[in-house]
C-alpha cells in the first residue's frame, strides 16, 4: 500500500504464536524477503531471538529434520522453555493440500512440544494471522466434550494491534464489578492454558475482528454465547469532538470495525442527527455493517472517500492525515491504531 505500512498477517500470526508462549518456524518457499520483519515498528512487538527462517517449503520440513543436523541444531537452540512450535507457511498457498495435522505431529514427536501451522504472505493484514493462529490452536488444545461450566468470561481479539495495557488492566476492571469472577484473555495471557480450557467458559466477549471466527467456533463447539462489544474508556471518550450545538452532519470513523463501531454509538447519543460512517483497512463483518459504512483496499480509498463526502469531522489514525484531499476543510481528531503506520 503506497506510502502506509499496515500489519500484515504473518506479523499477526508471530505476535500470536509467540503470546502464548511459542516460537515460530518459518518456511519460505519464495524467492521474496519477508518485508514485514524488516520494519522496526512491528519488530518492536515480537522477539527475533523466538524466531527462524527457513528458505526451504513447509512440506519439506519433516524430511529435512531427519538428516538435517544444521536445521535440527537450529530448531533445538530456539525451543528453550518454550510451549509451542508455531509453523508459518510463506507463501499462503504453499500450504494448500498439505497434511497439516501430520506435519505438527512430526513435530510434536520430535521436539515434545505442542505443535500448529498456518500460511502466511503479507498480502493480508494483521487480523487474518492472527485470526488464522486463534483457529489452529483451538482446533488443537480443545476436545469436542461437555466440561462443567465456571463462572469465567474469555476475551477475545485483545492483542496489542487494538488494545494497550491500561485498557487491558481497566477491561479486567470493569467487568470483575459486573460480576465476573475470572477473565481470560486469550493470546494476551495464561498461553495455551486458555486455549487448552476454551470449553469451559461461560460467555465471549469479542473486542476486535481478529477474535470473531474464534467465538464462532466455540459457539458451534461447546455452545458458549459471545457477543461484540469494544468497551470505551474514559481516557478515550474525553474526545470532544465538537462544540457546537448540533455536532457535524456527517462523521468518518477509521479504525478497527468493533471499536469504530462503539465509537459511533457513543457519538450517536451526543449528536444524533450526525450520519456516522465507518471505515477500516481491516476485517469488516458485513452483518454489523451500516449502509454507508466502507472497507477500504488502499489509501486512495481512503482518499476517494472523503472527497465524495461532505465529512465535517474524521476520528482516525494520525498517519492518514497525510492522504486527506487537499481542498478537505474539517476537524480530524487522533485516534490512534497500532496496526497503521508509515
Known sequence: MSGLSLAPDIIGAI?????????????????????GLQNPKWCGIIDQNRILQLNIPLYTLIDRLRDDSEIISKVESIIGDSTLIGLIGVPRVSVFGL????????????????????????????????????????????????????????VLGVTPFDFEIPAVDELRRRYT???????????????????????????????????????????????????????????????????????Y??????????????????LQTQYPVSRIVVASFFMMQNYLCQ?????????????KLVSKNNFGCILADPNLKQYLPKRWRGDFFDMPHFAISN
Open 15 to 35: 505476535q500470536a504464536i509467540q503470546s502464548m508462549g511459542g516460537v515460530c518456524i518459518i518456511c519460505n518457499s519464495s524467492s521474496e524477503n519477508i518485508s
Open 177 to 247: 464489578r459486573k460480576g465476573w469472577q475470572k477473565i481470560y484473555c486469550f493470546g494476551r495471557d495464561h498461553g495455551l492454558e486458555i486455549f487448552r480450557d476454551a470449553s469451559s467458559i461461560e460467555e465471549v466477549l469479542v473486542v476486535a475482528p481478529s477474535g470473531f471466527p474464534a467465538a464462532k467456533f466455540l459457539q458451534k463447539t461447546f455452545g458458549i454465547p459471545f457477543h461484540i462489544d469494544y468497551p470505551l474508556f474514559m481516557s478515550e471518550m474525553q474526545i470532544h469532538i465538537s462544540d457546537k450545538p448540533n455536532g
Open 249 to 266: 452532519e456527517k462523521i468518518l470513523i477509521v479504525h478497527q470495525q468493533f471499536k469504530a463501531n462503539s465509537f459511533r454509538h457513543w
Open 99 to 154: 497434511n497439516i495435522a501430520e506435519i505438527c505431529r512430526n513435530i510434536e514427536e520430535k521436539f515434545h512440544r505442542v505443535s500448529i501451522a498456518a500460511g502466511c504472505d503479507e498480502t493480508k493484514f494483521y487480523d487474518d494471522g492472527i485470526q488464522e493462529i486463534y483457529l489452529a490452536t483451538l482446533f488443537r488444545m480443545t476436545e469436542p466434550q461437555q466440561v462443567k461450566k465456571r463462572w469465567a468470561l474469555g
Open 291 to 303: 449502509p454507508y459504512d466502507r472497507r477500504l483496499k488502499s489509501v486512495e480509498d481512503f482518499t
